[in-house]
């Protein structure tokens, strides 16, 4: 029997993107800490390094997660060969996953120079064929997860007339459409036009489609679905720094907040990877965290001296006694 858990959300539903070298475990263990999203993403994975066993070994971090907090979570491939595609997604299906889903929007060059990511958009027959790759891969496990896309509007110009239909055709169960082309990578604003335009197309297909695109918050989130009829929409980037973004009770969110979040990310964070490893990464996210109160940007600088998870949390006592402990209560500019 096929396990559909997208028949079971309620709409609109709001979905957290999958984000490469964020969406990690100890990310996505902050957010459902503090605000679960109605579905969860992995970061994106290569189906050819995970058919391959020394690439296996070291992808298998990032499709790691809290089978009781996370659910329902998706795990997202990305490859241009179908034969990958249907045995990773096989995989998928067997590590417990809810939901694989395909990668055919990323614009990086490497990405796209293997034909994978928004490259795909040019390969339309490909691309079709690695969908159905996809779901013959999880038909063959007993236990058959939905198979899902998410894409961009067009490679160059804007194709959602003809790509998308192509797409329909093999009935995924939800699209996830980021509402620019490749070309415009994230520098123009999101065509929310366009998703209206998509849940049109998708009319009567029973296939779901996602806005994604510059979503600020959950009140923005809402009104998007509104407007376009999307039955779900994607936040990425407004995630970041803000584990309380998919919580619809959190209204003010004060500094002190902010920073004993920053502290118990990177606590998971360490916990996780082992202390100092890959700490890089974590010093990405203190730049979203360290933001909208004063003396954030000089918290920031300090904190990009940090190396371990007791560097971070010394650095932010220090800040804390040298502006006062007022700041604690202050809520976020
Ligand atoms: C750092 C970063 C990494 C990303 N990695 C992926 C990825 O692995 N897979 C994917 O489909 N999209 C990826 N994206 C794109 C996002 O999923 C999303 O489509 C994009 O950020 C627009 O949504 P937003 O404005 O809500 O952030 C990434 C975006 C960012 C900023």
Redesign the pocket.
């Known amino acids: 029997m096929e396990e559909n858990f997208w028949k079971q959300l309620k709409k609109p539903f709001f979905a957290l ?6 969406t990690d475990f100890p990310f996505r263990t902050m957010l459902a800490l503090h605000g679960k999203p109605d579905v969860l ?1 992995t ?2 994975v290569s189906a050819d390094g995970l058919m391959h066993p020394d690439g296996l070994k070291a992808l298998l971090p990032k499709l790691e997660y809290d089978g009781e907090a996370e659910r329902p979570i998706v795990a ?1 491939l ?1 490859s241009a060969s179908p034969e990958k595609i249907r045995q990773a997604a096989y995989l998928i299906a067997d590590l417990g996953f809810d939901g694989v889903d395909i ?1 055919m ?2 614009p990086d060059k490497a990405i796209n120079k293997q034909g994978a990511g928004a490259a795909l958009i040019k390969s339309p027959s490909l691309a079709a064929e690695i969908i159905i790759a996809a779901k013959e891969g999880v038909a063959s496990h007993h236990r058959p997860i939905p198979v899902s896309v ?1 894409t961009r509007i067009g490679w160059n110009e804007d194709e959602l007339e003809t790509w998308l239909p192509t797409l329909l055709a093999t009935r995924p169960a939800a699209i ?1 459409v ?1 509402a620019r082309t490749r070309k415009e990578m ?1 520098l123009v604003p ?1 065509r929310w036009d366009r998703i209206a335009r998509a849940v049109e197309i998708a009319k009567g297909t029973g296939v779901l489609i996602i806005g ?4 600020t918050d959950l009140a923005d989130a809402h009104a998007k679905a509104r407007e376009t009829g999307a039955d779900g929409v ?5 995630a970041l720094g803000n584990p309380w973004v998919f919580n619809a009770h959190k209204k003010d969110i004060r500094v002190e907040e902010k920073l004993l979040a920053l502290i118990e990310h990177s606590k998971i964070f360490e916990q996780f990877y082992g202390e100092g490893h890959r700490f890089d990464v974590m010093r990405k996210h203190y730049k979203a965290y360290a933001n909208g109160f004063s003396g954030a940007r000089q918290l920031r600088t300090t904190l990009m001296e940090s190396k371990n998870a007791a560097d971070a949390e010394r650095i932010v006592a220090e800040f804390i006694a040298s502006v006062g402990a007022e700041i604690k209560r202050s809520v976020l500019e």
């Open positions: 993107a999958p984000m490469d070298d964020v993403w970061e994106f997202q990305f990668n929007g990323c998410k996830t980021h994230s999101a994604n695109g510059d979503v994607m936040l990425g980037r407004a």
